[in-house]
C-alpha cells in the first residue's frame, strides 16, 4: 500500500467510525506512529478529516475551513486545474464565475484571454480580472460576506437572472457518492442554483479532497454539468455518474 493508498483508507476509516486514534491507525496499518502522525497533518491541511488530540475525526458538516487556510490547500493543483479549464473557454464569450478560491485561480489563468464578458458574485475574481482593458467585468449586487468577498442574497440571485452566458464556472466544497454537489451556505447555493440555470454549459472545477467532503446543504447534482475539471480520477461511484450523464471528466 502507497502512501496515497494508505491516506484514503485512513479517510475511509474515520469517516465509519467518527474517530481513529493514532494507536489504532499505527496497528491497522503497520506503520510507525511518525508516519501516522504526517499523514494526518496532510489530510488535516486538504480538509479530509480533523486533527484532534491522538488522532483524527470527520471534517465539520457545517463549518468550513477558513479561507485563508482554502487559499493556500492544493495551490499547485489548483493552479494545473485552473490552466486545462482556461484553455476550454474561447476568446470573445461570456461566463460566470461564482465564489471559492479555486475560482480565483481560473481568474489569473483567464487574464491571458481576450475579449471576455465576466459576470462575477466574487469580489476578489473581479479584483484580479479588472485591469484588463479589453475585458467587460460585471460585478452582483448583494450582501457581501467579509470572510471571502462572495456576495450572496435575493438581489444576487436576481441579477444573475437577467443573463444567460456561455459558461457557468463553479467551485465546490464537497461531492457525495451519490453524485450531489454540497456547500456550507445554503445562502450561497442558491446564487450558484442560479449561476446553473442561466449557463448554456457548466464546468465544476474541484481539486481532489472534495470527493471526501460532506458539507450539508445540497447545491445539485454532477448530472447538471457539462464537464469536471480535477487533478486526480475520481471515485469509482463518481465515475459511473459522469458516464451515466455524460458529463466530460478532465484530469490535470
Same mark, same amino acid.
Given at each position: 500500500?502507497?502512501?496515497?493508498?494508505?491516506?484514503?483508507?485512513?479517510?475511509?476509516?474515520?469517516?465509519?467510525?467518527?474517530?481513529?486514534?493514532?494507536?489504532?491507525?499505527?496497528?491497522?496499518?503497520?506503520?510507525? !506512529?511518525?508516519?501516522?502522525?504526517?499523514?494526518?497533518?496532510?489530510?488535516?491541511?486538504?480538509?479530509?478529516?480533523?486533527?484532534?488530540?491522538?488522532?483524527?475525526?470527520?471534517?465539520?458538516?457545517?463549518?468550513?475551513?477558513?479561507?485563508?487556510?482554502?487559499?493556500?490547500?492544493?495551490?499547485?493543483?489548483?493552479?494545473?486545474?485552473?490552466?486545462?479549464?482556461?484553455?476550454?473557454?474561447?476568446?470573445?464569450?461570456?461566463?460566470?464565475?461564482?465564489?471559492?478560491?479555486?475560482?480565483?485561480?481560473?481568474?489569473?489563468?483567464?487574464?491571458?484571454?481576450?475579449?471576455?464578458?465576466?459576470?462575477?458574485?466574487?469580489?476578489?475574481?473581479?479584483?484580479?480580472?479588472?485591469?484588463?482593458?479589453?475585458?467587460?467585468?460585471?460585478?452582483?449586487?448583494?450582501?457581501?460576506?467579509?470572510?471571502?468577498?462572495?456576495?450572496?442574497?435575493?438581489?444576487?440571485?436576481?441579477?444573475?437572472? #437577467?443573463?444567460?452566458?456561455?459558461?457557468?464556472?463553479?467551485?465546490?466544497?464537497?461531492?457525495?457518492?451519490?453524485?450531489?454537489?454540497?456547500?456550507?451556505?445554503?445562502?450561497?447555493?442558491?446564487?450558484? #442554483?442560479?449561476?446553473?440555470?442561466?449557463?448554456?454549459?457548466?464546468?465544476?472545477?474541484?481539486?481532489?479532497?472534495?470527493?471526501?467532503?460532506? !458539507?450539508?446543504?445540497?447545491?445539485?447534482?454532477?448530472?447538471?454539468?457539462?464537464?469536471?475539471?480535477?487533478?486526480?480520477? !475520481? !471515485?469509482?461511484?463518481?465515475?459511473?455518474?459522469?458516464? #451515466?450523464?455524460?458529463?466530460?471528466?478532465?484530469?490535470?
Amino acid at each position: 500500500m502507497n502512501q496515497q493508498q494508505r491516506q484514503d483508507a485512513i479517510v475511509e476509516l474515520v469517516r465509519r467510525q467518527g474517530y481513529a486514534s493514532i494507536e489504532q491507525l499505527t496497528e491497522h496499518f503497520t506503520v510507525t !506512529p511518525q508516519t501516522i502522525r504526517r499523514d494526518l497533518n496532510t489530510l488535516s491541511g486538504e480538509g479530509r478529516i480533523r486533527r484532534v488530540h491522538g488522532g483524527a475525526g470527520l471534517e465539520s458538516s457545517t463549518v468550513n475551513t477558513s479561507y485563508t487556510t482554502r487559499k493556500a490547500l492544493n495551490l499547485e493543483a489548483k493552479q494545473r486545474i485552473a490552466g486545462l479549464l482556461a484553455r476550454h473557454i474561447p476568446d470573445h464569450s461570456s461566463l460566470f464565475i461564482n465564489i471559492g478560491t479555486s475560482n480565483e485561480v481560473i481568474a489569473e489563468a483567464l487574464l491571458d484571454h481576450q475579449g471576455l464578458e465576466v459576470i462575477t458574485n466574487n469580489l476578489n475574481v473581479a479584483a484580479i480580472l479588472q485591469h484588463k482593458e479589453d475585458f467587460n467585468v460585471i460585478v452582483a449586487g448583494g450582501q457581501v460576506r467579509s470572510r471571502d468577498g462572495g456576495i450572496i442574497g435575493e438581489a444576487t440571485i436576481d441579477f444573475i437572472n #437577467q443573463f444567460k452566458v456561455d459558461f457557468g464556472i463553479i467551485g465546490i466544497s464537497g461531492i457525495d457518492e451519490d453524485g450531489s454537489l454540497l456547500e456550507f451556505d445554503y445562502q450561497e447555493v442558491r446564487v450558484a #442554483q442560479a449561476i446553473i440555470r442561466n449557463s448554456r454549459k457548466v464546468f465544476l472545477a474541484t481539486d481532489h479532497s472534495k470527493f471526501q467532503r460532506n !458539507p450539508v446543504v445540497r447545491q445539485g447534482n454532477l448530472a447538471q454539468l457539462d464537464a469536471l475539471f480535477t487533478d486526480r480520477e !475520481p !471515485p469509482e461511484a463518481i465515475l459511473r455518474m459522469l458516464t #451515466q450523464h455524460e458529463v466530460t471528466l478532465y484530469i490535470a
